[in-house]
């Protein structure tokens, strides 16, 4: 702030008197019981920075706050007159003075402090920079158990109505008491950080909201479940936008990530509130209780075949509604079949990503690592490979670092991978001319919290040379079944290496793995992985377990495979018949597309 003072510049529509000597600080005036000390008086020369302007005042703030966590250095200034002069803005310093008023509405509210009358005589400085107070880090954290200290203990308590905060009129104590925590910042410019909505909106849009802060009761939707004695006072609703320029959205949901709040802090109808300088915007609709992971064999996709590209996208949007982490097997390098060296993908899943969101859908990121010329098997010189599709908004590599085709990745403590995305011991024999699994470790990108989710897309061998079940060779030739006992066992190792540094880890292993749930590569698999297969957690009806035909059989070569953590989160599981229940011609893949919906939080 400037050190000179400017000219008095004069307000036509408020009454301009001059200072006198004596002077009160907004600490003073709102002090560290619930009602000011200067209830009823009339006090002048009180000096404060505008913070927020609303549509029937201020909001000022000391220049010099003071550190007594008991008293807000926040003030708000009751006065139509104020908000309609364009002299007074944002940033103006203002000496003023006024009467000392505490208003609420109804007896049953608590009341706030605020000075009416007010009276301007100077405005010593403006453009001076405003930063608002972020609860948890300026700010100590709300309380997550009591309200007040006048409760005894139990807000539920039965005799209740014993006391009045208006009566008593406690010292505050807000690293203990809730309501005494929110009436300490009363006025103040605050932001709340990656907040999420833990109730319905009203008809108003005045939603309940947490922020980046201590909770207790939280259920499996992200809301705040009440229990004995805690009926959490770490909530704060977040009331009409300051600058009137839209309401708050009606239709938000219990759990959604929202936007960063920036507001002050207001009481008004009873509750203590945040009026927002602008509207609420919902930043990721339902939460990390809804994760959505899906998997799709694409069948030798590649950026030349734009038909090919717009079908798939068709079935990602319209009937696996662009999950949020989707693996896909079977990309081509950039060239398709061409086989002229080129190994990268990044236009193959560009096109992807682009005709996804050209059709409504998700925008999306791509992940992948680039194998070897010649080495991974499947039509020749298409390098065809496995990769990741994310919701950046959703989801994020967790400590990206991908590797090469040479790098394996590994297990750190923690656990922690090597490499992210990296393959899975790509120079063991096993992989000769076939797919790599590709392992990843994802986090949300909101850095709201949540597990780390680990993945392992998988495009095991195939079963090219298998005989007729009408064939002589009995029991018929399983092609490829020794390939895949070998990539089981390694793809299990490494699984397993995970959960035996953290049991509870979320581990998801998925793709095609072009085997039966029963025959032993499979069963081999998941007696050495320490995962489950989520057809069987999910309770999938064993005849609905299929995602390919032939000859005379509905099968299942694509499989999801989950942790038991993670088995314990699943909230849906569904394989969608968008191939197998078409003619031929009218189907986009060999393989039906799966989808899982997981609680990772």
Known sequence: MKATTTPLRWLATILLVAATASAQSIAQINGDHYLSPYNG????NVTGVVTAKGPDGIWIRSVTPGRDTRVSNSLYVYGSALVGNASIAVGDVLVLGGKISEYRSSRDYIYMTELVSPVITAILDSGVDVEPLVIGKDTLSPPTSQYSGLDGGDVFAVPNNRSLISAANPQLQPERYGLDFWESLMGELVTIENPRAIGRPNQYGDTWVVGDWATTGDNARSGLTVSAGD?????????????????????????DRLGAITGVVFQAFGFYRVLPLTS??????????????????VENLHAGDAAHVRAVARHVVE??????????????DDSGAADDGTVGSDATLAALADAIAARGGAAYNHTYV?????????????????????????????NANPGDAATANEVLPGPELKVNPGYVDPENAAWTDSRKPLAAAWELADGSGGKTLFTVNVHWGSKGGSSSLHGDARPPVNGGVGDRQAQAEVTASFTASILAQDPSAYVVTVGDFNEFAFARPLANFAALSGLRDLDAAAEIPTAERYTYLYDMNSQQLDHVFVSPALAAANVGFEHLHVNTWVAYDDATSDHDPSVAKFDIC
């Open 41 to 44: 008086q009339s006090v002048s």
């Open 231 to 255: 009926a959490n006072p770490e909530g704060i609703l977040i009331g009409s936008p300051l600058n009137g320029s839209s309401a708050n959205p009606t239709n938000t949901k219990l759990g």
């Open 280 to 297: 609420l915007a919902v930043a990721v609709a339902g939460t990390c209780a809804g994760v959505t992971v899906g998997a799709y064999n």
């Open 319 to 332: 009937y696996m509604r662009s999950p949020d982490l989707l693996a896909v097997q079977e990309i081509q």
């Open 370 to 398: 680039s194998p070897v010329d010649g080495e991974s098997g499947g039509a020749p010189g298409g390098n065809i490979r496995v990769a990741y599709l994310y919701r950046a908004e959703v989801l994020r590599l967790r």
